[in-house]
């Protein structure tokens, strides 16, 4: 299975302030990378496809970039509804699988 | 307007048998693979299992092949999953999706919990 791991696993951050999230892959996964954001309901939104593609209906502050194993989330300005779980995921390969998580708090 | 409601969920002993199903309208159903996800207490997100458009190809996690089984009926545009011999590894909320738009899983559910304890 390929490994997907994000960092950090926590960030506290502030209103307007840029982040970056990242995913690493356990091998190459040829930019099928998907990101996801969960709210504490549980509630789950895709945000980016295809490593750089927004959802629709996607703020743009939000991006994605990355090639090979090596792949990030981007927030330009933190608005108040960002502060929530990210979650990266490969589909290179079955099982598709998910990073561990990074929790966006409210410095 | 895509909506997908599971139910079923609830509380059972270890060895014992679920079955959770996913309601699906706004889409055409029996155009899309369907999956479960399904995230542990304060754990990531899992793949659980596929199954294609018509039901004729199905896709499991190495953990629950042989104990779970995926299913659909187009007619009711419904989606299940069949849980037996339950573990108390499989204490989750399970999450049913759909790809429609775009390569990712762009529609779940609003998920529904699954406690396997005695």
């Known amino acids: 299975d390929i490994q997907m791991t994000q960092t950090p696993s926590s960030m506290p951050a502030s209103l307007g302030e840029r982040v970056t999230i990242s995913c690493r892959a356990s091998q190459g996964i040829s930019n099928y990378l998907n990101w996801y954001q969960q709210k504490p309901d549980g509630t789950i939104k895709p945000l980016i496809y295809?490593?750089?593609n927004l959802q629709s209906g996607v703020p743009s502050r939000f991006s994605g970039s990355g090639s090979g194993t090596d792949y990030s989330l981007t927030i330009s300005s933190l608005e108040p509804e960002d502060f929530a779980m990210y979650y990266c995921?490969?589909?290179?390969?079955?099982?598709?699988?998910f990073g561990g998580g990074t929790k966006l708090e409210l410095k | 307007e895509v909506q997908l409601v599971e139910s079923g969920g609830g509380l059972v002993q270890p060895g014992r048998s679920l079955k959770l199903s996913c309601a699906a309208s706004?889409?055409?159903?029996?155009?899309?693979?369907m999956h479960w996800i399904r995230q542990a207490p304060t754990k990531g997100l899992e793949w659980v299992a596929s199954i294609s458009p018509s039901g004729g190809s199905t896709y499991y996690r190495d953990s629950v092949k042989g104990r779970f089984t995926i299913s659909r009926d187009n007619a009711k545009s419904t989606l299940y999953l069949q849980m037996d011999s339950l573990r108390s590894e499989d204490t989750a909320t399970y999450y049913c999706a759909t790809r429609i738009t775009t390569t990712s899983f762009d529609y779940w559910g609003q998920g529904v919990m699954v406690t396997v304890s005695s």
């Open positions: 295809y490593t750089s």
């Open positions: 706004g889409f055409t159903f029996s155009n899309y693979g």
């Open positions: 995921q490969q589909y290179d390969s079955s099982p598709w699988t």
